[in-house]
Antibody, heavy 123, light 109 residues
Framework: QVQLVESGGRVVPPGTSLEISCAASGFIFMNHGMHWVRQSPGKGLEWVAFISYDGSREEYADAVKGRISVSRDNSRSTLNVELRNLKTEDTAIYYC????????????????WGTGTTVTVSS | QSALTQPASVSGSLGQSVTISCSGTSSSIGPYYLVSWYHQAPDKVPRLIFFGNNERPSGGSDRYSGSRTAYTASLTISGLQADDEGDYFCCSYAGGPSVFGTGTKVTVL
Protein backbone atom coordinates (compact mmCIF):
# COMPACT_ATOMS: atom_id res chain seq x y z
CA GLN A 1 0.00 0.00 0.00
CA VAL A 2 0.96 3.65 -0.32
CA GLN A 3 3.24 4.43 2.60
CA LEU A 4 5.69 7.00 3.92
CA VAL A 5 8.01 6.14 6.82
CA GLU A 6 10.20 8.75 8.47
CA SER A 7 13.33 7.96 10.43
CA GLY A 8 16.31 9.61 12.07
CA GLY A 9 14.67 11.67 14.78
CA ARG A 10 16.49 11.79 18.10
CA VAL A 11 17.59 14.02 20.96
CA VAL A 12 20.31 16.47 19.94
CA PRO A 13 21.91 19.49 21.63
CA PRO A 14 21.30 23.04 20.39
CA GLY A 15 23.58 24.22 17.64
CA THR A 16 24.10 20.81 16.08
CA SER A 17 22.84 19.34 12.81
CA LEU A 18 20.57 16.41 12.07
CA GLU A 19 19.39 14.61 8.96
CA ILE A 20 16.04 12.87 8.89
CA SER A 21 14.71 10.70 6.11
CA CYS A 22 11.45 9.55 4.59
CA ALA A 23 11.13 6.26 2.72
CA ALA A 24 8.30 6.02 0.19
CA SER A 25 6.63 2.88 -1.13
CA GLY A 26 3.53 1.83 -3.00
CA PHE A 27 3.53 4.68 -5.53
CA ILE A 28 5.76 6.19 -8.23
CA PHE A 29 7.87 8.46 -6.06
CA MET A 30 9.48 10.34 -8.95
CA ASN A 31 6.05 11.59 -10.07
CA HIS A 32 5.36 13.55 -6.89
CA GLY A 33 6.65 16.61 -5.10
CA MET A 34 7.08 16.17 -1.37
CA HIS A 35 6.50 18.33 1.69
CA TRP A 36 7.94 18.39 5.20
CA VAL A 37 5.54 19.49 7.94
CA ARG A 38 6.30 19.71 11.66
CA GLN A 39 4.25 19.85 14.83
CA SER A 40 5.69 21.11 18.09
CA PRO A 41 4.34 19.51 21.28
CA GLY A 42 0.75 20.56 21.82
CA LYS A 43 0.83 22.94 18.87
CA GLY A 44 -0.55 23.12 15.35
CA LEU A 45 0.90 22.07 12.03
CA GLU A 46 3.71 24.14 10.53
CA TRP A 47 4.74 23.77 6.91
CA VAL A 48 8.53 23.50 6.65
CA ALA A 49 9.64 22.71 3.11
CA PHE A 50 8.73 21.46 -0.37
CA ILE A 51 10.78 19.81 -3.10
CA SER A 52 9.50 19.26 -6.63
CA TYR A 53 9.22 15.82 -8.22
CA ASP A 54 12.60 16.13 -9.90
CA GLY A 55 14.38 18.13 -7.18
CA SER A 56 14.70 21.22 -9.37
CA ARG A 57 12.62 23.45 -7.10
CA GLU A 58 12.79 23.87 -3.35
CA GLU A 59 10.72 26.10 -1.08
CA TYR A 60 11.39 26.76 2.60
CA ALA A 61 9.55 28.38 5.47
CA ASP A 62 11.05 31.61 6.75
CA ALA A 63 11.48 30.05 10.20
CA VAL A 64 14.05 27.57 8.88
CA LYS A 65 15.41 29.21 5.72
CA GLY A 66 19.20 29.19 5.73
CA ARG A 67 19.32 26.30 8.22
CA ILE A 68 17.65 23.60 6.12
CA SER A 69 18.28 21.63 2.95
CA VAL A 70 15.87 19.19 1.36
CA SER A 71 16.97 16.58 -1.12
CA ARG A 72 15.60 13.46 -2.74
CA ASP A 73 16.89 10.28 -4.33
CA ASN A 74 14.33 9.09 -6.85
CA SER A 75 16.30 5.91 -7.54
CA ARG A 76 15.82 4.92 -3.90
CA SER A 77 12.40 6.57 -3.33
CA THR A 78 13.76 8.51 -0.40
CA LEU A 79 13.43 12.08 0.80
CA ASN A 80 15.88 13.74 3.17
CA VAL A 81 16.07 16.94 5.15
CA GLU A 82 19.13 18.32 6.88
CA LEU A 83 18.49 20.70 9.75
CA ARG A 84 21.46 22.81 10.85
CA ASN A 85 22.15 25.01 13.87
CA LEU A 86 19.21 23.42 15.64
CA LYS A 87 17.28 25.51 18.14
CA THR A 88 15.00 24.41 20.97
CA GLU A 89 12.05 25.72 18.96
CA ASP A 90 12.83 23.11 16.28
CA THR A 91 11.66 20.43 18.71
CA ALA A 92 8.75 18.74 16.94
CA ILE A 93 7.36 15.71 15.19
CA TYR A 94 8.49 15.94 11.57
CA TYR A 95 6.15 14.50 8.94
CA CYS A 96 6.80 13.96 5.27
CA UNK A 97 3.74 14.24 3.04
CA UNK A 98 3.11 13.53 -0.62
CA UNK A 99 2.15 16.48 -2.81
CA UNK A 100 -0.60 16.07 -5.38
CA UNK A 101 -2.13 18.62 -7.71
CA UNK A 102 -5.58 19.32 -9.13
CA UNK A 103 -6.38 21.21 -12.31
CA UNK A 104 -7.12 24.91 -12.17
CA UNK A 105 -5.35 25.68 -8.91
CA UNK A 106 -1.93 26.88 -7.87
CA UNK A 107 -0.34 24.75 -5.22
CA UNK A 108 -0.74 21.21 -3.99
CA UNK A 109 -2.54 19.21 -1.37
CA UNK A 110 -0.97 16.61 0.92
CA UNK A 111 -2.75 13.32 0.34
CA UNK A 112 -0.41 10.85 2.04
CA TRP A 113 1.31 11.42 5.37
CA GLY A 114 3.98 9.50 7.19
CA THR A 115 3.70 8.63 10.87
CA GLY A 116 6.37 11.16 11.81
CA THR A 117 9.75 11.15 13.50
CA THR A 118 10.45 13.10 16.69
CA VAL A 119 13.29 15.60 16.92
CA THR A 120 14.08 16.94 20.35
CA VAL A 121 16.58 19.78 20.70
CA SER A 122 17.80 19.92 24.26
CA SER A 123 21.00 20.33 26.18
CA GLN B 1 4.49 33.67 6.20
CA SER B 2 1.91 34.28 8.88
CA ALA B 3 -0.42 31.44 9.76
CA LEU B 4 -3.94 31.57 8.41
CA THR B 5 -6.51 32.47 11.04
CA GLN B 6 -9.00 29.86 12.25
CA PRO B 7 -11.33 29.93 15.27
CA ALA B 8 -9.74 28.15 18.21
CA SER B 9 -12.75 25.94 18.79
CA VAL B 10 -16.22 25.09 17.54
CA SER B 11 -18.74 22.65 18.91
CA GLY B 12 -21.97 21.06 17.84
CA SER B 13 -24.34 18.30 18.83
CA LEU B 14 -24.50 14.91 17.17
CA GLY B 15 -26.14 15.26 13.79
CA GLN B 16 -25.74 19.01 13.57
CA SER B 17 -23.44 20.97 11.25
CA VAL B 18 -20.47 23.16 12.08
CA THR B 19 -18.48 25.53 9.90
CA ILE B 20 -14.82 26.40 10.29
CA SER B 21 -13.38 29.51 8.68
CA CYS B 22 -9.83 30.07 7.45
CA SER B 23 -8.76 33.63 6.73
CA GLY B 24 -5.66 35.21 5.30
CA THR B 25 -4.46 37.87 2.91
CA SER B 26 -4.06 38.14 -0.84
CA SER B 27 -0.56 36.72 -0.55
CA SER B 28 -1.55 33.74 1.56
CA ILE B 29 -4.98 32.66 0.31
CA GLY B 30 -5.41 34.28 -3.09
CA PRO B 31 -8.35 33.33 -5.32
CA TYR B 32 -6.47 30.73 -7.37
CA TYR B 33 -4.46 29.35 -4.49
CA LEU B 34 -5.44 25.82 -3.55
CA VAL B 35 -6.85 25.43 -0.05
CA SER B 36 -6.90 21.98 1.53
CA TRP B 37 -8.25 20.77 4.86
CA TYR B 38 -6.91 18.17 7.29
CA HIS B 39 -8.37 16.39 10.27
CA GLN B 40 -6.12 15.27 13.09
CA ALA B 41 -7.91 12.98 15.53
CA PRO B 42 -6.38 12.85 19.03
CA ASP B 43 -2.89 11.31 18.93
CA LYS B 44 -3.23 10.52 15.22
CA VAL B 45 -1.54 11.62 12.03
CA PRO B 46 -3.23 14.43 10.04
CA ARG B 47 -5.48 13.20 7.24
CA LEU B 48 -6.61 15.02 4.09
CA ILE B 49 -10.38 15.48 4.03
CA PHE B 50 -11.18 18.20 1.46
CA PHE B 51 -9.49 20.34 -1.17
CA GLY B 52 -10.14 22.69 -4.06
CA ASN B 53 -13.69 23.61 -5.06
CA ASN B 54 -15.42 20.48 -3.91
CA GLU B 55 -13.01 17.59 -3.97
CA ARG B 56 -12.42 14.83 -1.47
CA PRO B 57 -9.86 12.05 -1.40
CA SER B 58 -10.90 8.68 -2.70
CA GLY B 59 -13.22 7.07 -0.19
CA GLY B 60 -13.64 10.35 1.65
CA SER B 61 -16.85 11.46 3.30
CA ASP B 62 -19.39 13.63 1.49
CA ARG B 63 -20.28 15.21 4.85
CA TYR B 64 -17.50 17.71 4.16
CA SER B 65 -18.19 20.72 1.95
CA GLY B 66 -16.34 23.94 1.31
CA SER B 67 -16.75 27.50 0.15
CA ARG B 68 -14.54 30.48 -0.66
CA THR B 69 -14.82 34.25 -0.56
CA ALA B 70 -12.01 36.66 -1.38
CA TYR B 71 -9.53 35.70 1.32
CA THR B 72 -11.52 33.27 3.41
CA ALA B 73 -12.15 29.58 2.94
CA SER B 74 -14.68 27.66 4.97
CA LEU B 75 -15.25 23.99 5.73
CA THR B 76 -18.64 22.67 6.80
CA ILE B 77 -19.01 19.32 8.52
CA SER B 78 -22.57 18.03 8.25
CA GLY B 79 -24.20 15.35 10.35
CA LEU B 80 -21.64 15.53 13.15
CA GLN B 81 -20.45 12.17 14.44
CA ALA B 82 -18.42 11.32 17.52
CA ASP B 83 -15.31 10.52 15.49
CA ASP B 84 -15.36 13.99 13.94
CA GLU B 85 -13.75 15.27 17.11
CA GLY B 86 -10.21 16.51 16.87
CA ASP B 87 -8.26 19.33 15.31
CA TYR B 88 -8.89 20.71 11.84
CA PHE B 89 -6.31 22.62 9.84
CA CYS B 90 -6.60 24.52 6.61
CA CYS B 91 -3.58 24.89 4.35
CA SER B 92 -3.05 27.24 1.44
CA TYR B 93 -0.49 27.63 -1.27
CA ALA B 94 1.12 31.02 -0.68
CA GLY B 95 2.90 31.76 -3.92
CA GLY B 96 5.72 29.29 -3.41
CA PRO B 97 5.66 28.27 0.21
CA SER B 98 2.57 26.81 1.83
CA VAL B 99 0.98 27.95 5.05
CA PHE B 100 -1.27 26.21 7.57
CA GLY B 101 -4.05 27.69 9.61
CA THR B 102 -3.87 28.02 13.37
CA GLY B 103 -6.15 25.03 13.83
CA THR B 104 -9.66 24.54 15.17
CA LYS B 105 -10.66 22.07 17.84
CA VAL B 106 -14.02 20.48 17.10
CA THR B 107 -16.00 19.12 20.01
CA VAL B 108 -19.09 16.97 19.54
CA LEU B 109 -21.54 17.55 22.38
Amino acid sequence: QVQLVESGGRVVPPGTSLEISCAASGFIFMNHGMHWVRQSPGKGLEWVAFISYDGSREEYADAVKGRISVSRDNSRSTLNVELRNLKTEDTAIYYCARASFTNGWHGSYMDVWGTGTTVTVSS
Amino acid sequence: QSALTQPASVSGSLGQSVTISCSGTSSSIGPYYLVSWYHQAPDKVPRLIFFGNNERPSGGSDRYSGSRTAYTASLTISGLQADDEGDYFCCSYAGGPSVFGTGTKVTVL
